[in-house]
């Protein structure tokens, strides 16, 4: 069987209630934090349960193996890496399965979102098991991913079970910013709101986590951080915390999650957005987990997809570092010889390098053995561009979630392949949905983009976002100055574009004369959660310059950056490019202090940058 069973739904019992029934339930597991919080759980409810993992001892493996071949446990989890031990899956097989549960089982999908070499040799392993029954389950998988799962499995025949991907009980919203200074700020004033309530902020990078759990603390708030870079003590005690309620916020990376099953998480906070949808929504489904209502929050930037993007960049990598790693692992052992347990080493593409060394007949389809020692062999490189390529359109999708104008809920819904109905009601689209006095108005500002996209030969996001397209239809400015309080519209943009923009609103206003009046532009709207504005991408170039200019200054009175001027102060100045003291003092952020400790300074540098600007026109 393959099961596609949401967050929350209770997995677990598909292969506990047989354990209890039948007893010699093998559970294979990628993530050791699972293993021991189920363990715990079930042998404290009296199920004879336990565990075989790379924390253990020898000795600790041996007496644990010993107990299930013997029949004093009923149910036994292991990982995907132990399966490599011969002797280990022999025993087993001695000893007899009646049930095979293989969690998280997107990881032996090369189209799923968290790839793991090591689950290519389970459809080996069950079948020297003699091919019990089985059950793949996971919590998010595509049409797509489905079909490779049981096709690598072996499980082309089996029942498939999938039920609705749909939490009704999350609220889904996107908080748009410029940079980390207004991130930061969005995220301390956030959680602040929701000090007391258990929560999650998930980031890129190990830095970051330790960074914004000390920001946290700082502000008050009972944080702390967790990254696979931690020592496993370190790691399982922080983890302990945070489920004893004794940790309020944990400032994560992806590592963290995995099989947590804290019921009580309030809200969950991507502070940087991840490659895939699959995987927002993964960890987005670790919250509210005993059904009550909590919030899912994607902080979205400008530069939200630069992460992503070299990260793909980093897992697929060229030709020639393929030639280089097989070289490596051909110098080390030869033909017939085991992959090394430390395979390829330190490197990025490992994952991707194995899948071509497999299609080009030089590793088995388990990737545990070598097939050929020739340094020189041809290595087939099709599938590494061809899993780049679907990573870049998984990507698009996940910017698609960011950006869109309609249901954050049927979008994602309609991702996994499942019907959607007009308005969830829950997301802060449909929150803040303009009915239909302005649907129709910003459908039409979104064609009327394609068009100057095509006649400026721009991209259709450089010209303005889809958020701004509603923004637009919501305020139906009148003005040039009305358009400039419009979120996303900066002075260049107005220039560029604002003309057709407000003849645009003018005809549709006049097809329309009973509209009800025009919205409020800015603050007045019912947000899931607080919006703030970014910069127009037209400024990006100051901005950046702008943001060099601080951090030398900040180096040069020892201070930190944003004690110069944050993010928004930057990106307001990029915007407005005051020419004198005056015009400085109007910009936001720009109090008396500032303006006579770094207005002469900052004056300076975007004069310079226009001067260069005008000599490169």
């Given at each position: ?43 404290a ?30 149910l ?48 080996s ?31 082309d025949?089996?029942?498939?079970v999938v039920?609705?991907?749909d ?14 200074s ?18 999650i ?6 830095k ?5 759990a ?16 931690m ?61 009550e ?65 497999q299609?080009?007949?030089?590793l ?89 996209a ?54 549709w ?9 025009r ?12 919006h703030?504005r ?24 020892g ?59």
């Amino acid at each position: 069987m393959l099961a596609v069973l949401p967050t929350g739904s209770g997995k677990s019992m598909t292969y506990v209630l047989p354990a209890l029934i039948s007893g010699r339930v093998l559970v294979v597991s990628p993530h050791i934090a699972l293993m021991q919080d189920q363990v715990e759980s079930l042998v404290a409810n009296g199920i004879a349960a336990a565990f075989i993992n790379s924390n253990l001892t020898n000795s600790e493996k041996r007496n644990t193996y010993i107990a299930f071949r013997d029949g004093a446990l009923d149910l036994l989890y292991t990982s995907p890496e132990s399966l490599a031990n011969q002797r280990f899956v022999t025993g087993l097989a001695c000893a007899g399965i009646n049930l095979l549960a293989i969690d998280e089982a997107h990881c032996v999908s090369e189209w799923g979102h968290t790839f793991r070499p090591d689950y290519l040799r389970l459809d080996s392993v069950r079948k020297q098991l003699g091919s019990p029954r089985t059950i793949a389950l996971t919590a998010t998988a595509t049409s797509l991913a489905r079909d490779d799962i049981a096709r690598r499995l072996g499980l082309d025949h089996a029942v498939r079970v999938v039920h609705s991907v749909d939490r009704p009980n999350l609220t889904f919203a996107v908080n748009f910013g410029g940079g980390n200074s207004e991130k930061q700020d969005f995220l301390l004033d956030y959680c602040g709101k929701r000090r007391g309530k258990s929560g999650i902020v998930y980031v890129g990078s190990r830095k970051r986590t330790e960074e914004l759990a000390e920001l946290l603390s700082g502000a008050g708030l009972n944080a702390a951080h967790y990254h696979a870079g931690m020592g496993a003590k370190d790691r399982s005690e922080v983890q302990r915390r945070f489920m004893t309620d004794r940790v309020d916020v944990m400032v994560a990376t992806n590592a963290f999650g995995l099989g947590v099953d804290k019921p009580d998480v309030r809200f969950i906070v991507h502070h940087d957005m991840p490659a895939r949808l699959e995987a927002y929504y993964q960890e987005s489904g670790r919250a509210g987990r005993d059904g009550e209502p909590a919030e899912c929050v994607l902080i979205y930037t400008p530069y939200s997809a630069a992460g992503p993007r070299r990260f793909i960049d980093r897992d697929h990598p060229p030709a020639s570092e393929l030639r280089m790693a097989w070289r490596r692992l051909c110098a080390g052992v030869g033909p017939g010889s085991r992959m090394p347990e430390s395979r390829l080493g330190r490197f990025d593409g490992e994952v991707m390098a194995v899948r071509a060394f497999q299609e080009s007949g030089l590793l088995d389809s388990a990737a545990d053995f070598l097939l050929s020692d020739n340094p020189d062999a041809v290595i087939d490189s099709t599938v590494v561009d061809r899993h780049r390529e679907h990573e870049f359109e998984m990507l698009k999708r996940m910017l698609g979630y960011a950006q869109t104008l309609g249901c954050r809920r049927n979008y994602i819904l309609e991702y996994f392949g499942e019907k959607s109905t007009d308005s969830c009601g829950n997301c802060d689209n449909c929150l803040n949905s303009a009915g239909g006095n302005g649907s129709g108005l910003a459908e039409r500002i979104i064609r009327l983009r394609s068009d100057l996209a095509r006649k400026n030969r721009m991209d259709p996001v450089d010209v303005f976002e889809d958020r701004t397209a509603r923004e637009i239809a919501d305020a139906r400015p009148g003005s040039e100055a009305e358009l400039l309080e419009v979120w996303g519209i900066g002075p260049v943009r107005a220039r560029r574009f604002g003309k057709q923009l407000l003849a645009e609103v003018r005809n549709w206003e006049a097809e329309h004369p009973d509209a009800a009046p025009r919205a409020t532009a800015g603050p007045a709207r019912k947000d899931a959660v607080n919006h703030s504005r970014r910069p127009d991408h037209a400024d990006i170039p100051l901005f950046d310059v702008l943001r060099e200019w601080r951090k030398a200054r900040a180096t040069k009175e020892g201070v930190p950056a944003y004690v110069v001027f944050g993010d928004r102060t930057l990106s307001a100045l990029a915007a407005a490019r005051p020419k004198d003291m005056d015009e400085l003092f109007t910009v936001f952020g720009v109090g008396a202090a500032k303006r006579d400790r770094f207005g002469k300074a900052v004056l300076e540098a975007i004069a310079d940058f226009e001067s260069k600007s005008d000599e490169t026109a």
